[in-house]
């Protein structure tokens, strides 16, 4: 009985990794999870951080900057995507040099929600206002 799954690491330009794995380790924004084989359907949008790939003894870390996890499949069928934003084997950056990334692709997404909720805010508040020039007659 088959208790590896097919896991595949991809970004927009090129795939990452694949291969067969026990267990995948990554972060949403309700917090870290872990795929084992034939866990039931998911998917799940990825923060900034890592992604961990463990096989037998072996541990690939990949640091993301998001994107989406899905898991599905079953029995041999079973597989995991990683559809990244961007990814990068960890195997040459410092544990110090990871931190540093993650916490500035998390300052970054930060700013960037900062700034799409204030754009928002402006257009809600334009179409009010053209609302309130149309009950005026004066669009």
């Keep these: 009985?088959?208790?590896?799954?097919?896991?595949?690491?991809?970004?927009?330009?090129?795939?990452?990794?694949?291969?067969e794995a026990e267990l995948v380790i990554a972060r949403s924004p309700e917090g870290e999870f872990g795929i084992m084989f034939n866990h039931i359907p998911f998917l799940a949008a990825l923060?900034?951080?890592t992604v961990t790939v463990v096989s037998g003894s072996n541990r690939e870390v990949f640091l993301v900057t998001g994107g989406f996890l899905e898991a599905n499949g079953d029995g041999n069928d079973y597989h995991?995507?990683?559809?990244?934003?961007?990814?990068?084997?960890?195997?040459?950056?410092?544990?110090?040099?990871i931190k540093q990334r993650i916490a500035e692709l998390r300052r970054q997404q930060d700013a960037d929600r900062d700034s799409e909720q204030r754009g928002e805010a402006h257009l809600r508040a334009a179409l009010a206002a053209d609302e309130v020039?149309?009950?005026?007659?004066?669009?």
């Design 1 to 19: 009985m088959a208790t590896r799954m097919q896991v595949s690491i991809v970004s927009p330009e090129e795939a990452i990794w694949e291969g």
């Design 133 to 139: 020039a149309a009950s005026r007659g004066q669009r």
């Design 80 to 97: 995991v995507i990683v559809l990244a934003d961007d990814a990068e084997a960890t195997g040459e950056i410092t544990a110090d040099e």
């Design 47 to 49: 923060v900034p951080g």
